[in-house]
């Protein structure tokens, strides 16, 4: 046995404890009333007795205990028989003799207790024998076999021929008698067995004439049905006649009655037979079934292989047609299966269980697929479902028809309540599966059942222990819909009205499960059954019809078939439609508009059709150049926009798609919420606005709506609407907004890794442009209180979200403008009060309550030592106010209403119109006109409110305690720079603010400076644009560039606009000025000069960019150029530098990448157009020197030279420049004035443009040091050797034209250096050479990153090279082809005079070198005084110059041919060039400007001539290079005075280098 009853101790203790508790157990067993009873009592008596047969217990005592278990029970001597049995056969097979004698010692004790009748029945005869119970073994076999004959196999024999056929004939007539009176089947019995015995009839063929009677009067169950029970009790013998019944009409050409179906399933749910003896005498067998099914199967997928096959048109049709003839044969002919009629009959009379039981033998859906099962089964539901459906099914105002209940009291019992659905209707519907499209009246039912279930569930108060069956409930509910419902839809004939019906429950399902159920539909439930197979094969192939006739002509009758087709299939319909749209964009609008006959189900399974085309795993989102999104993914998200904007179909899904692309990273996907933000709102974003729409953008909804967009936006309330329910209801408006602003930087760094340049450009667009979209339309469409509630505060969008600033900024905006509006009216309503000014002061209180925590909030988003300079309060105003805020545009609105003016006007004229209508269209357009003009008042007085409050605030908005120059670089890099890229409209606002803070006259803000930073080198910011970027900073440039044009063009207006403003100050005070002494300010021309030089400056950088071949930067440098090129190029020959430079752009790409090509050649084309308003460079100012003027020549053309005597010499230098001067006075101090002067040029915070004013009279100090000089040079013997190598290399540099100008005066100096100098020079050149070679080895010398710096770097190396740019940037060295020969002998008068070599080499160091030490940007006044001693010498000296100039006048007809020859050398050699006089002159290594001296300089040249010139001037150079060191050694002595001063100068020059030195380590570590 498994498990031990009697333990060992109670044997071994049966006297103490054993027996009693051995007796105890068997009272216990013997009193329970289960069914396991009898089998442990067997098996307790089994172990005592095991133990006497081993001889473990005394026999004596097992005996005696076995009798008093006796009395337990009346059956207990037929349970210990039935031990007694088992342990016979047991101990008969044992080979221990003794083993066998205790069993028969033991059967012999309990012999007086055990009945001799019972054990003779169990126990075998042998051992019966040795018991004495039977004489002979032998015998009693004999006997037994004998018995068993004469019971089993001897046949009662009847005497047929005795048999009399009256009886039969009474029997039938007793049978068939009117059943309608007293007759009862007991009394029918009675008579029948007296026919019986009177007629000798056989009571089997008895038994079959009462069931061919039943059969005939099958309806008369409730006789039938007790008279065959009292008849025949013995199941079997029923099962044999009926089977034999069934066997006789399976015969080739007989067909089974219904009749006899109903009787056998009677029969069975009365339970008179078992369904397993029926089942077998039923034809045909199950493995024929199951064979027969999938020969089913395999035939639907042959005909849908057949359609998708592409055939000739006949052999299509015919193949239809002999398809058709035997689908209709096949449905025509009945099959002959006596199982599923029995089956059908089952679920007729209500017998569900043994109905169940047989469709568990049959593959699925194999017995409902016939229909007349299916009918019996929706039959047995419609009553099952009745009671819950009268209560909560039936919709207000339905009656329904009554449906009368089953008579059979065990059919299943209808439901009362949704939890009574579960007991039997659920697996019913499973059972039946597709095939209750046969009843779309139930299913109706079965849906509304759903909703009755659906409200239920959603409303509220519910127990744990009633959520959890509601949970369950629903489950079921769902896995109905995904195995009944959905494929029932798609067997159903194009049901419009069911699909409806099916959606009024599937709304009330969460979008995720809804879209859970449309997967499986699509994938996997057209797979499980051959008409389904069968059923997608011709929705496929009737959708290829349809779309391939789908034009815009035939939209709607197209547009009806779709709809018909999309009833039944939408899935599969949407997936080949969704296809076609990805290969085919030009089918997007016809499609769209022929969705109009859709159901709401059909949108809904639409839009998921959509977000799993677009999840597809299997389709690449980039095209194979990987540059480009692919083609199917615009084509895709293009369909979004259309299809959500025109139909009501639910955006959560596809709003969570995109959220869930950008959480896991990926920003392709954004194009979709582009789309659909443009589509359903009407929010474009484009870069490519008009100036008018610009204007537009500019002012309030209403005229955004009419003039700001190039599509009229018309009819997007209810769009726009729903796009913001779907984000309000599912939380995702935030949550995209920050997911946007992070994956922008995540493009770059996470995304950009292995792609392609311009496709992360592209991404980073896409990505930056639909933020700003979606941040406009949530600012646009959220109420206030939904915006302020979602929006958090802006420290917490930076610090906790890691939103980018001017995101952040971009997303808080609004929230400000709102919060502000609100106090606003509460402060006004508070205290009535109509005078302005007190409306203007609350608007300012308003804006401090509002802002002032927005103040500290900032604070935390940059270092302390940000707020040196800019106040916090500064930088909010910056990025919290709009252009809507700054001005307003009357033009535009003036326009706008004009439009509508002119509309109401034709529409007046229009005689085709009905009057009616014209009435509408004329109210539409006065009610527009009244908004605009209201809006218009509405924004003049916010502007006034907003104008008046920044000149409120304006004096606390720049501390400027370092510098001003660091300053404006804070407020380029925090402020201006990010926020003119972010969007068109920021653009024109930053540009607006800089106007404006100018205008305000705003303290510590120079104008000039800010201005002169943003042109003065954009070679880095463009190169660091995407290609919108790139559009955005062009218009940026523009603007400023307008408003810079506005002052140029008229002295009036610089008069009036900047004359008397502080921020066109020269010279920097410490102390508050408020630019009332005029001869600080920049005169008119000077300010032309200046304007000049960004000219320039904008077209050198232009020109390098072109010509780096980077593809970014000739695109990006290209976009801004178009842009800018309304204010840009003035000047003819800049104009014609940019020209010639894109042409050989436009040669150079046009093979290689046609996109700058194109936009090459656009601009090109732009440009020519424009050159009729560029003017010669005189007439753009004005550039006559005085004759004797010093000017050195490499800033003859300058832009920064002035013609005003200078005025100020030492007067009040700002305080920066103070600073600096201490720190440095004691590392350098210089000897001369010429060194003090060049110093003096760049000071006033690196801007060069205010100290213009005073550089006349410093020239004049160096030109009278100059010619001290050379008239001591001129005194040595060696001066004529000198003077020879002068006219020749003077021959030279004048061959090298304009562009060589910078490095002429160095030169000349050079080689008029006395002795001393001459010495000194060795040394500078010797380290000057080292530095320049260390450089040429890296290839052609780097631009250093000079005129602009937007912050990067440390703090005081920023200083130091801002202020060195702005000294470097005053000079435009623009070479002017067309000069006059009188011009040409003017420079070299210039030349001649301009002889100190401190000064020349001062001066071009200063202007070329962008990151000079610290002592070189400092004004040191010990100099100062030193030069004017030397002032009075230079009189005396000047006859002797005179002779130096007629022997030069000698060559200057042959120099004259030769500069001609060589104005147009390219850029190219110039560099070289430099480069040789760099490492012979030992000028500084950071001369690296004078490469790119002209622009003009561009136009091509041949190979040869290039090659011939190249050799010719470096021969020429080497000469040169050694023949002032010979030239030096005839010299005589210097004196006293000459040699302390040079020993000085010496002094001074190498620790300058060494800083120099330092200085370039440390830049090009920033580099």
């Keep these: 046995m498994a498990t031990r009853i009697i333990s060992a101790d109670w044997i071994k203790n049966w006297e103490k404890s054993g027996k009693h508790e051995f007796v105890q157990l068997c009272k216990n067993l013997a009193y329970k009333t289960n069914d396991s009873t009898i089998k442990d009592i067997q098996a307790a008596l089994y172990e005592l007795c095991w ?117 039969y004939a009474k029997l039938i007539t007793e049978l068939g008698q009117d059943l309608s009176g007293n007759i009862t089947s007991h009394i029918v019995l009675e008579s029948i067995k007296s026919l019986i015995g009177c007629f000798n009839l056989d009571p089997n063929r008895v038994l079959d004439i009462i069931l061919e009677v039943y059969e005939c009067r099958s309806d008369q169950d409730e006789f039938f049905l007790p008279l065959i029970k009292s008849y025949m009790c013995e199941p079997l013998t029923l099962c044999h006649i009926l089977g034999f019944k069934f066997k006789f009409n399976q015969e080739p050409n007989e067909e089974t009655p219904t009749s006899l179906y109903h009787i056998a399933a009677a029969l069975l749910h009365h339970n008179l037979i078992e369904l397993e003896d029926i089942y077998v005498h039923l034809m045909p067998l199950d493995a024929s079934i199951v064979e027969e099914h999938k020969r089913e199967i395999t035939e639907a997928k042959q005909i849908a292989r057949k359609l998708t096959m592409v055939v000739v048109p006949s052999e299509k049709t015919e193949d239809k047609e002999r398809e058709k003839e035997k689908e209709e044969e096949k449905n025509d002919k009945a099959p002959d299966n006596q199982k599923l009629g029995l089956l059908e009959a089952l679920l007729r009379i209500g017998d569900w269980h043994h109905a169940q039981s047989i469709m568990d033998q049959m593959p699925s859906f194999y017995a409902t697929s016939h229909k007349a099962i299916a009918l019996a089964l929706c039959q047995l539901l419609h009553l099952t479902v009745e009671p819950l459906y009268r209560r909560a099914g039936v919709p207000k105002g339905a009656k329904g028809c009554l449906l009368r209940p089953l008579k059979n009291k065990r059919a299943p019992r209808p ?289 955004k709506a009419e003039g700001g967009y190039f599509g009229q936006i018309r009819n997007t309330k209810k769009s726009s609407q729903r796009l913001k329910d779907a984000l309000l209801d599912h939380d995702l408006a935030l949550p995209l907004c920050l997911l946007m602003a992070q994956q922008r930087n995540g493009v770059v760094f996470l995304e950009g890794g292995e792609k392609h340049l311009k496709l992360v450009g592209k991404l980073y667009d896409q990505c930056h442009d639909t933020l700003v979209q979606f941040g406009g339309f949530l600012a646009s469409n959220l109420s206030t209180e939904d915006y302020i509630k979602r929006v958090p505060s802006i420290d917490i969008l930076c610090n906790q979200f890691h939103t980018p600033h001017d995101a952040a900024f971009f997303l808080s905006r609004p929230m400000y403008g709102h919060q502000i509006l609100s106090k606003y009216d509460e402060l006004k309503k508070a205290e009535k009060s109509n005078r302005q000014q007190q409306k203007v002061h609350k608007y300012v209180a308003a804006c401090e309550l509002v802002m002032s925590p927005v103040h500290e909030a900032v604070v935390s988003l940059h270092p302390p030592r940000v707020w040196d300079d800019l106040r916090p309060q500064f930088y909010a105003t910056f990025w919290s106010l709009t252009m809507y805020d700054l001005a307003v545009p009357h033009n535009a609105y003036d326009r706008e209403v004009k439009k509508l003016q002119v509309q109401v006007k034709a529409i007046e004229e229009n005689p085709d119109v009905p009057m009616n209508k014209k009435k509408k269209e004329k109210e539409r357009c006065t009610a527009l006109q009244e908004k605009l003009q209201e809006e218009e008042k509405k924004q003049l007085e916010h502007v006034q409110r907003v104008l008046h409050r920044l000149k409120l605030e304006k004096d606390n908005w720049l501390l400027a305690k370092s510098t001003k120059n660091e300053t404006i670089t804070k407020f380029l890099q925090l402020c201006l720079f990010p926020r003119c890229i972010f969007s068109a409209i920021d653009a024109v606002y930053c540009a607006r603010f800089v106007e404006l803070v100018h205008q305000q006259k705003t303290p510590n803000f120079c104008t000039l400076l800010c201005y002169d930073r943003v042109f003065s080198d954009i070679i880095y910011t463009v190169a660091s644009c995407t290609e919108n970027e790139s559009r955005r900073y062009g218009r940026f440039l523009c603007c400023m560039l307008e408003t810079v044009t506005r002052w140029h063009s008229d002295r009036a207006v610089y008069e009036k606009e900047c004359g008397n403003y502080p921020g066109f100050l020269t010279i920097f005070r410490a102390t508050g000025f408020d630019g009332g002494n005029k001869a600080d300010q920049l005169d008119y021309e000077n300010f032309r000069h200046v304007v000049h030089k960004w000219h320039y400056k904008l077209t050198k950088a232009s020109v390098h960019c072109l010509e780096t071949g980077e593809y970014t930067h000739i695109r990006n440098i290209l976009i801004v150029l178009t842009k800018i090129l309304p204010c840009y190029p003035k000047v003819l020959n800049l104009g014609q530098a940019l020209e010639c430079r894109v042409h050989k752009i436009c040669l150079e790409e046009k093979e290689k990448r046609p996109d700058l090509y194109a936009l090459a050649m656009g601009y090109s084309g732009q440009l020519k157009g424009r050159k009729a308003h560029m003017v010669p460079e005189n007439e753009f100012h004005h550039k006559e020197q005085p004759v004797r003027s010093a000017t050195p020549v490499s800033q003859q053309n300058g832009p920064g030279t002035t013609a005003k005597p200078a005025s100020k010499t030492e007067e009040g230098v700002g305080e920066d420049a103070d600073r600096a001067k201490d720190k440095s006075q004691g590392a350098a101090k210089p000897v001369n004035k010429a060194n003090s002067t060049a110093a003096k040029v760049t000071t006033s915070n690196g801007n060069g443009a205010p100290n213009s004013t005073k550089t006349i009279k410093e020239r004049d100090d160096k030109e009278k040091s100059g010619k001290e000089k050379k008239e001591k040079k001129e005194k040595t013997p060696g001066s004529t050797l000198e003077t020879k190598g002068e006219s020749r290399r003077e021959k030279q540099r004048d061959e090298r034209g304009a562009a060589g100008k910078e490095e002429r005066a160095p030169r000349e100096g050079k080689e008029k250096t006395p002795k001393a100098d001459r010495d000194k020079q060795k040394a500078e050149e010797k380290s000057s050479k080292e530095d320049n070679k260390a450089k040429a080895g890296n290839g052609e010398p780097k631009e250093p990153s000079r005129e602009r710096d937007t912050g990067a770097k440390e703090t005081k190396s920023k200083e130091k090279g801002d202020r060195s740019a702005m000294s470097g940037s005053l000079k435009s060295p623009v070479p002017r082809l067309e000069s006059a020969e009188s011009e040409r002998d003017h420079k070299r008068r210039k030349l001649e005079t301009h002889t100190s070599p401190s000064h020349s080499s001062s001066v071009k160091d200063n202007s070329n070198e962008p990151k000079d030490s610290a002592s070189k940007h400092h004004i040191n006044y010990n100099s100062v005084a030193r030069s004017k001693s030397r002032e009075r010498e230079t009189d005396k000296k000047e006859s002797e110059n005179a002779r130096g100039r007629s022997k030069e006048k000698k060559t200057e007809d042959k120099d004259r041919k030769d500069r001609k020859r060589d104005h147009m050398t390219t850029d190219r050699e110039m560099s070289l060039e430099s480069k040789r006089r760099k490492d012979e002159n030992g000028t500084n290594s950071s001369n690296k400007h004078s490469k790119s001296a002209s622009p003009s300089s561009d136009s091509p040249v041949s190979a040869d001539k290039e090659k011939t010139k190249r050799s010719k001037s470096s021969s020429k150079e080497k000469g040169e290079s050694a023949k002032p060191e010979r030239n030096s050694s005839g010299g005589k002595k210097e004196s006293r005075h000459d040699k302390d001063k040079s020993d000085k100068k010496e002094k001074r020059d190498s620790s300058g280098g060494k800083d120099e030195k330092k200085h370039h380590k440390s830049s090009d570590k920033h580099r």
């Excluded at 005996?63 to 037929?78: E, G, N």
């Excluded at 299939?569 to 969704?578: A, C, E, G, K, Q």
């Design 51 to 167: 133990h006497v047969i081993q001889g473990n217990f005394k026999l004596d005592l097992s005996a005696s205990v076995l009798c008093d278990m006796m009395d337990l029970r009346d059956d207990m001597p037929s349970i210990l028989a039935d031990v007694f049995s088992i342990l016979d056969i047991e101990t008969s097979s044992l080979e221990e003799k003794n083993k066998r004698d205790h069993y028969t010692q033991l059967v012999g004790a309990c012999l007086f207790f055990v009945p001799d009748a019972i054990l003779k029945e169990r126990l075998d005869p042998e051992t019966l024998e040795s018991l004495g119970l039977i004489k002979q073994a032998h015998q009693f076999n004999q006997k037994i076999v004998k018995i068993k004959t004469k019971l089993f196999y001897k046949q009662q024999k009847f005497n047929l021929l005795r048999e009399e056929n009256e009886g």
């Design 415 to 703: 439901a009362e309540s949704f939890e009574d659905l579960r007991r039997d209707v659920f697996s019913m519907l499973c059972y039946l599966g597709p095939h209750l499209s046969h009843d779309p009246i139930l299913f109706a039912k079965i849906v509304r059942l759903g909703k009755g279930f659906m409200k239920e569930y959603q409303s509220e108060g519910r127990n744990d222990n009633v959520k959890d069956k509601m949970d369950t409930l629903l489950s079921c509910f769902l896995s109905i819909a995904d195995q009944v419902l959905l494929p029932s839809l798609s067997l159903m004939e194009c049901n419009a009205c069911m699909s409806e019906e099916l959606w009024g429950l599937f709304k009330l399902f969460p979008y995720q499960h809804r879209y859970r159920l449309y997967g499986q539909w699509k994938n996997e439930t057209y797979t499980s059954h051959p008409l389904l197979v069968k059923v997608k094969a011709q929705t496929v192939d009737r959708a290829k019809y349809i779309m391939k006739r789908l034009t815009k002509e035939n939209v709607k009758p197209s547009g009806r078939q779709i709809g018909k087709l999309s009833h039944s299939n939408p899935t599969i319909l949407f997936d080949y439609i969704l296809s076609q749209i990805q290969w085919y964009d030009n089918l997007i609008g016809p499609v769209v508009d022929s969705l109009k006959y859709l159901t709401s189900l059909n949108y809904d399974v639409m839009a998921y059709c959509i977000i799993e085309a677009l999840a597809n795993p299997e389709k690449e989102k980039m095209k194979h150049d990987d540059t480009t999104i692919s083609s199917w993914l615009q084509s895709l998200a293009s369909l979004c926009g259309a299809v959500f904007r025109k139909y009501p179909i639910e955006l959560a899904g596809l709003l969570q798609y995109v959220t869930n692309t950008l959480k896991a990273g990926k920003s392709f996907d954004l194009l979709i919420l582009k789309e659909v933000v443009q589509k359903m709102a009407g929010i474009e974003i484009t870069d490519e606005m008009t100036s008018e729409q610009m204007e537009a953008m500019t002012g309030g909804e209403q005229l």
